[in-house]
């Protein structure tokens, strides 16, 4: 049997990143390890260790889909890990981030009030008031918090429900941080070559 690494228990991290996230959505702000690291993996490595080894996320689809046996395990469809959809749920992925960082900008700016509310699926609004009081942290602070925390969130729930469809690491086929790494690895291949 294989010995157990102390990044084999990173799933643990994605359980308490949304624990912290339901009591207080200032801890939204700790998502972005798991958003700037894959990056940096890439950039300064030159592959997608992150996404082999240190996502928590995977690894907690792994564990629920694959030893809580809450997997279907079928095959996912092809279309799901086609260069055409990966580009395109990344693009997507992408514009919903530019616009929570635009709402961000409007509340910093004083344009827009604070949203108290998670987004889920980016279109199902639910009110999230409990994790926050009022005038703890800049406004702007608070509503990139939401806003970050809806994106991790639903990305999860779309990990969760492709999980128990097909395989438990079906996500990791289409995901928007595994597509940059992979663009960028291809990229730094490339500058080796000339």
Same mark, same amino acid.
């Given at each position: ?17 949304? !624990?912290? +996230?339901?009591? =207080?959505?200032?801890? @939204?702000?700790?998502? &972005?390890?798991? %958003?700037?690291? #894959?990056?940096?993996? $890439? ?64 509340? !910093?700016? +004083?344009?827009? =009030?604070?949203?108290? @509310?998670?987004?889920? &699926?980016?279109? %199902?609004?639910? #009110?999230?008031?409990? $994790? ?63």
């Amino acid at each position: 049997m294989k010995s157990k690494r102390w990044y084999d228990y990173l799933w643990i991290w994605s359980i308490l990143y949304f !624990a912290l +996230g339901f009591f =207080n959505i200032l801890f @939204a702000w700790l998502g &972005l390890i798991d %958003f700037l690291l #894959p990056l940096f993996i $890439a950039i300064f490595r030159g592959n997608k260790a992150f996404c082999n080894k240190y996502c928590g996320r995977g690894q907690l689809f792994q564990q629920i889909g694959g030893r809580l046996k809450c997997s279907r395990n079928a095959k996912s469809p092809s279309f799901l890990s086609s260069k055409w959809f990966r580009y395109g749920f990344l693009i997507f992925f992408l514009a919903m981030f530019g616009n929570m960082i635009f709402q961000t900008c409007l509340v !910093a700016a +004083g344009a827009k =009030n604070l949203t108290e @509310a998670i987004k889920l &699926l980016w279109t %199902f609004r639910v #009110p999230w008031g409990w $994790a926050y009081q009022a005038g703890t942290v800049a406004d702007w602070i608070a509503q990139f918090s939401f806003g970050f925390y809806s994106i991790m969130l639903t990305s999860t729930i779309i990990g969760l429900v492709v999980m128990v469809l097909f395989k438990p690491r079906t996500w990791c086929t289409f995901c928007p941080m595994g597509t940059m790494t992979q663009m960028i690895c291809k990229l730094k291949a490339k500058e080796k070559i000339w």
